[in-house]
């Protein structure tokens, strides 16, 4: 298997996590990007806002186009004939693309095929601009949407919070988030963690992040959990 700072490094801004349960997120976290990243393919979205009329900033000073949902949307679409997107989920926020497999080997082919794209302003722009513009969604994509839903299937309240090994994990923020999120779909709560993750990546610092994800689940070490996942070495807690 490749190293993934180098895999990570090839693919900047998009980030590859490998997640403790042996799955993997790509990320694109647009609120957390700076420097020469930060806006990174909002020009692309701007482009298309004006092309149908719509403004580029609402009144709050937002953009209209460009959020997590739409860049999905675009992912789908450059890759609506690759039988890869069936291994593929989504859980993308307002602030932040993030897509999830079992398998290394989809993600960093597609990312990496995806980056060059972002790369180049035209071809991105023609490609959010097909993909903004569907009105149905081609037989690929209603698979994947069907998937998506049926992870977001209806919520079961319970009273406790659920047991969460990140005590011992990689501290990295979206690694934690990763894991927490899966906790709460493991115990049938997946509006919850899908509110966590809209909340974790719209706050504004790490030590908040750490406290919105203490509200939903209960840090816990691997060794308190019934199946021990491996732990890295920068650790959380």
Not at 11 to 16: A, D, M, N, T, V
Not at 85 to 111: K, N, Q, T, W
Request: with cysteine; charged share 30%.
């Amino acid at each position: 298997m490749r190293d993934l700072k180098e895999i990570n490094r090839q693919l900047e801004p998009f980030e590859i996590i490998e997640y403790e349960d042996g799955s993997y997120g790509l990320c694109l976290p647009f609120i957390f990007l700076e420097g020469k990243y930060k806006g990174y393919g909002q020009d692309a979205f701007n482009r298309f806002a004006e092309s149908i009329g719509d403004p580029v900033k609402n009144e709050y000073g937002l953009y209209t186009h460009g959020n997590g949902y739409e860049w999905a949307r675009v992912f789908k679409t450059a890759f609506e004939n690759d039988e890869g997107l069936r291994h593929i989920e989504f859980g993308c926020e307002a602030g932040g693309f993030y897509s999830y497999a079992a398998d290394l080997v989809p993600l960093e082919r597609m990312g990496t095929r995806f980056k060059a794209i972002c790369d180049d302003p035209d071809q991105f722009a023609g490609l959010v601009s097909q993909a903004l513009s569907k009105e149905e969604p081609s037989a690929m994509e209603e698979e994947c949407e069907k998937s998506d839903r049926n992870n977001r299937a209806e919520q079961t309240e319970f009273p406790a919070l659920p047991d969460c090994p990140l005590v011992g994990a990689d501290g990295n923020v979206f690694n934690l988030m990763g894991i927490a999120a899966r906790t709460l779909k493991e115990n049938y709560r997946p509006e919850a963690a899908k509110e966590m993750r809209e909340r974790v990546t719209s706050c504004g610092s790490y030590d908040e992040a750490l406290a919105i994800m203490m509200e939903y689940v209960n840090p816990v070490s691997a060794d308190e959990m019934d199946e021990s996942p491996d732990i890295n070495e920068q650790t959380f807690m």
